[in-house]
Structure formats: C-alpha cells, structure tokens
C-alpha cells in the first residue's frame, strides 16, 4: 500500500503522516506496533500515573487514548475498505471518551494487552487489501479519507503520542 496524497485525509493529519518513515506498509504497521509496546513497557511503573498538569492525562490515560483511537480510525478504515461513502465518519470527543474510563486500577500490562489485540485486528483489516480498495475516499463529513491514509494515520497518531511523552513526561 503507497502512502496517501494530501486528497485522501484532512489536512490537520499531515503531521501524523509526516512522521511515519517510508518503506513497506505492513512491515512498517507491524514494527510500529511493536515498537510501541516496547516503548510502553520500558516506563518506569512510578511514571504511569503521572501528568504534567493538572488538565493533563495520565500516561495510561494517554495509551487508553491511543487504543480507543486505534479502534475508531479501524472502524473508519473498514467502512472505506467496503466502498460505503455514504455513512458519515464524524469526529471522536478524545476528551469526552477519557473522561468516561478509568485506567487508575489497570496494569500498564493489561494496557497493552488491549492494545496489541485491537491492533492486530487493525492489521488484518489491512492483510489483504489491494492497492485500487485502500484509495476508496469514505464519508469523514469534512474531508474524505481513504483506508491507506488511516492507515498511515493510525501509525503517526501513537508516534505523536510517544514524542509527547517523552517531552513532557520522561524529559
């Protein structure tokens, strides 16, 4: 699957994108994910619940993000996958969705127990799609969006989430 053109996906993505490194699709979407749960296993446990400020998520919080995340641009990515362009793919309230979890009680384990399970289906949404399938432009109400560009974007939103994390948590 070739990266996206700036036609496939709103434009407040292109950071997102811009920091997914070029090479193979799946090999990239699968070194991302591992990549990502070394990263989380390697915070120190008296880190997990802290923030930077006080309207600020918890690191947890912030990978309970990340998979909630996850599973919505899945959901999106299947409905372009289907060719539906008619059902509309509105935005998420990141903040409303963080608000309504609690993950004070939740090992960083079973965070990423979570995770590596909604991601692996989010790779075998991806295991079998031809080139002509992941440009289907679906619904995103303001922007289109294609499969590949959430694809990229599923990518490019953890690695957001890991740099701020290390700026501003771990620095």
């Known amino acids: 699957m070739?990266?996206?053109?700036?036609?496939?996906?709103?434009?407040?993505?292109q950071n997102y994108i811009d920091l997914v490194k070029s090479g193979d699709f799946k090999s990239v979407f699968a070194e991302n994910t591992?990549?990502?749960i070394a990263f989380f296993k390697h915070i120190p446990a008296?880190?997990?619940?802290?923030?930077y400020g006080l309207d600020k998520w918890t690191i947890k919080e912030v990978?309970?993000?990340?998979?909630?995340?996850?599973?919505?641009?899945a959901?999106?990515?299947l409905?372009?996958?289907r060719g539906d362009n008619t059902t509309p793919l509105y935005s998420m309230d990141d903040n409303l969705y963080a608000a309504n979890i609690d993950v004070t009680h939740r090992t960083m384990d079973s965070l990423l127990e979570e995770f590596n399970v909604v991601r692996g289906n989010s790779a075998l949404l991806f295991?079998?799609?031809?080139e002509e399938q992941s440009q289907f432009l679906g619904n995103g109400v303001t922007h289109?969006?294609?499969a590949r560009a959430l694809g990229y974007i599923m990518m490019g939103h953890i690695l957001h989430h890991i740099n701020v994390i290390k700026n501003r948590y771990l620095a």
Request: hydrophobic letters at 25%; glycine letters at 0%.
């Open 46 to 51: 008296d880190k997990h619940n802290y923030k």
């Open 34 to 36: 591992n990549d990502t």
């Open 127 to 130: 295991e079998n799609v031809t």
């Open 63 to 73: 990978l309970m993000h990340i998979i909630d995340t996850e599973r919505v641009f």
């Open 2 to 13: 070739q990266r996206p053109e700036q036609i496939e996906y709103n434009p407040y993505f």
């Open 144 to 146: 289109h969006f294609s």
């Open 75 to 77: 959901y999106r990515t």
């Open 79 to 81: 409905v372009c996958l």
